[in-house]
Protein backbone atom coordinates (compact mmCIF):
# COMPACT_ATOMS: atom_id res chain seq x y z
CA UNK A 1 0.00 0.00 0.00
CA UNK A 2 2.76 2.46 0.81
CA UNK A 3 4.36 1.81 -2.80
CA UNK A 4 1.07 2.97 -4.76
CA UNK A 5 0.85 5.77 -2.62
CA UNK A 6 4.71 6.68 -3.12
CA UNK A 7 4.37 6.23 -6.48
CA UNK A 8 1.10 7.99 -7.16
CA UNK A 9 2.82 11.30 -5.65
CA UNK A 10 5.88 10.88 -7.06
CA UNK A 11 4.29 10.63 -10.62
CA UNK A 12 1.41 12.88 -10.22
CA UNK A 13 2.87 16.06 -11.92
CA UNK A 14 5.31 14.63 -14.74
CA UNK A 15 5.01 14.21 -18.63
CA UNK A 16 4.10 11.05 -20.64
CA UNK A 17 7.49 12.02 -22.03
CA UNK A 18 9.54 12.34 -18.38
CA UNK A 19 7.90 8.89 -17.39
CA UNK A 20 10.52 7.11 -20.52
CA UNK A 21 13.38 9.47 -19.59
CA UNK A 22 16.63 7.54 -18.68
CA UNK A 23 19.26 10.13 -18.02
CA UNK A 24 22.70 8.51 -17.29
CA UNK A 25 21.29 5.60 -18.81
CA UNK A 26 19.74 5.06 -15.56
CA UNK A 27 16.14 2.79 -15.64
CA UNK A 28 13.00 5.11 -17.17
CA UNK A 29 9.68 5.59 -14.03
CA UNK A 30 8.29 3.47 -16.98
CA UNK A 31 10.56 0.28 -16.10
CA UNK A 32 10.27 0.71 -12.79
CA UNK A 33 6.89 0.67 -12.98
CA UNK A 34 6.24 -2.11 -15.25
CA UNK A 35 8.59 -3.90 -13.57
CA UNK A 36 7.00 -3.13 -9.63
CA UNK A 37 3.65 -5.06 -11.03
CA UNK A 38 5.10 -7.88 -12.70
CA UNK A 39 7.76 -8.75 -10.73
CA UNK A 40 5.39 -8.73 -7.30
CA UNK A 41 3.14 -10.94 -9.66
CA UNK A 42 5.41 -12.97 -10.33
CA UNK A 43 7.10 -13.59 -6.53
CA UNK A 44 3.43 -14.03 -5.82
CA UNK A 45 3.09 -17.18 -8.42
CA UNK A 46 6.06 -18.39 -6.72
CA UNK A 47 4.44 -18.33 -3.39
CA UNK A 48 1.49 -20.25 -4.59
CA UNK A 49 3.78 -23.03 -5.36
CA UNK A 50 3.22 -22.23 -8.97
CA UNK A 51 5.65 -21.57 -12.24
CA UNK A 52 5.13 -18.95 -14.37
CA UNK A 53 2.80 -18.53 -17.23
CA UNK A 54 3.81 -18.13 -21.03
CA UNK A 55 2.44 -14.21 -20.74
CA UNK A 56 4.45 -13.74 -17.32
CA UNK A 57 7.18 -14.74 -19.21
CA UNK A 58 6.21 -12.89 -21.84
CA UNK A 59 5.61 -9.67 -19.74
CA UNK A 60 9.13 -10.28 -18.10
CA UNK A 61 10.52 -10.38 -21.46
CA UNK A 62 8.90 -7.03 -21.78
CA UNK A 63 10.21 -4.85 -18.82
CA UNK A 64 13.41 -5.17 -20.19
CA UNK A 65 12.47 -2.85 -23.36
CA UNK A 66 9.69 -0.91 -22.58
CA UNK A 67 8.68 1.68 -25.06
CA UNK A 68 6.10 4.68 -24.27
CA UNK A 69 2.99 2.82 -22.91
CA UNK A 70 0.45 4.83 -21.81
CA UNK A 71 0.95 5.79 -18.08
CA UNK A 72 -2.49 5.34 -16.92
CA UNK A 73 -2.22 2.22 -18.24
CA UNK A 74 0.54 1.33 -15.95
CA UNK A 75 -0.84 3.03 -12.53
CA UNK A 76 -3.95 0.71 -13.20
CA UNK A 77 -1.51 -2.09 -14.08
CA UNK A 78 0.25 -1.59 -11.03
CA UNK A 79 -2.93 -1.43 -8.66
CA UNK A 80 -4.57 -4.36 -10.52
CA UNK A 81 -1.87 -6.18 -9.62
CA UNK A 82 -0.99 -4.65 -5.85
CA UNK A 83 -4.50 -5.23 -5.30
CA UNK A 84 -4.15 -9.19 -6.14
CA UNK A 85 -1.03 -9.21 -3.94
CA UNK A 86 -3.07 -8.31 -1.00
CA UNK A 87 -5.80 -10.58 -2.18
CA UNK A 88 -3.54 -13.29 -1.66
CA UNK A 89 -1.52 -12.12 1.05
CA UNK A 90 -4.83 -11.93 3.03
CA UNK A 91 -5.96 -15.51 2.03
CA UNK A 92 -2.23 -16.57 3.06
CA UNK A 93 -3.03 -19.35 6.05
CA UNK A 94 -0.08 -18.70 8.65
CA UNK A 95 0.50 -22.27 8.73
CA UNK A 96 1.59 -22.36 5.39
CA UNK A 97 4.63 -19.54 5.98
CA UNK A 98 7.38 -21.65 6.08
CA UNK A 99 6.19 -24.14 3.72
CA UNK A 100 9.21 -24.59 1.16
CA UNK A 101 8.94 -22.97 -2.61
CA UNK A 102 11.60 -22.66 -5.26
CA UNK A 103 11.74 -19.86 -7.93
CA UNK A 104 12.79 -19.97 -11.23
CA UNK A 105 14.02 -22.70 -13.60
CA UNK A 106 16.94 -22.79 -11.15
CA UNK A 107 14.67 -24.26 -8.47
CA UNK A 108 15.94 -21.73 -5.95
CA UNK A 109 14.88 -22.90 -2.05
CA UNK A 110 12.93 -20.16 0.00
CA UNK A 111 9.69 -20.37 1.70
CA UNK A 112 6.18 -18.68 1.59
CA UNK A 113 7.35 -16.01 4.08
CA UNK A 114 10.35 -15.27 2.90
CA UNK A 115 8.77 -14.32 -0.94
CA UNK A 116 5.86 -12.31 0.38
CA UNK A 117 8.87 -10.35 2.12
CA UNK A 118 11.08 -10.22 -0.89
CA UNK A 119 7.84 -9.08 -2.49
CA UNK A 120 7.08 -6.09 0.26
CA UNK A 121 11.29 -5.03 0.07
CA UNK A 122 11.61 -5.10 -3.64
CA UNK A 123 8.04 -3.16 -4.05
CA UNK A 124 9.28 -0.67 -1.58
CA UNK A 125 12.83 -0.54 -3.27
CA UNK A 126 11.89 0.26 -6.69
CA UNK A 127 9.14 2.73 -5.18
CA UNK A 128 12.46 4.76 -3.76
CA UNK A 129 13.90 4.74 -7.33
CA UNK A 130 10.80 6.12 -9.04
CA UNK A 131 11.05 9.09 -6.37
CA UNK A 132 14.29 9.45 -7.11
CA UNK A 133 13.78 9.20 -10.94
CA UNK A 134 11.05 11.63 -10.38
CA UNK A 135 13.31 14.17 -9.16
CA UNK A 136 16.04 13.96 -11.19
CA UNK A 137 13.01 14.52 -14.44
CA UNK A 138 11.59 17.42 -13.17
CA UNK A 139 14.99 19.15 -13.01
CA UNK A 140 16.05 18.68 -16.77
Known sequence: LQTIADVEAATAELTSQQWWLSPGGAASIGFH???????????????????????????????????????????????????????????????????????????????VIGLLFHAAEHSQRHAGQIVTMAKVVRSL
Open 33 to 111: VMHLGGSTDRLLTYARGEMLSEAQKAAFRAESSPSNVDTAVLLSELRRSFDAAMAQVRATPASSLYDARAVGRAALPTT
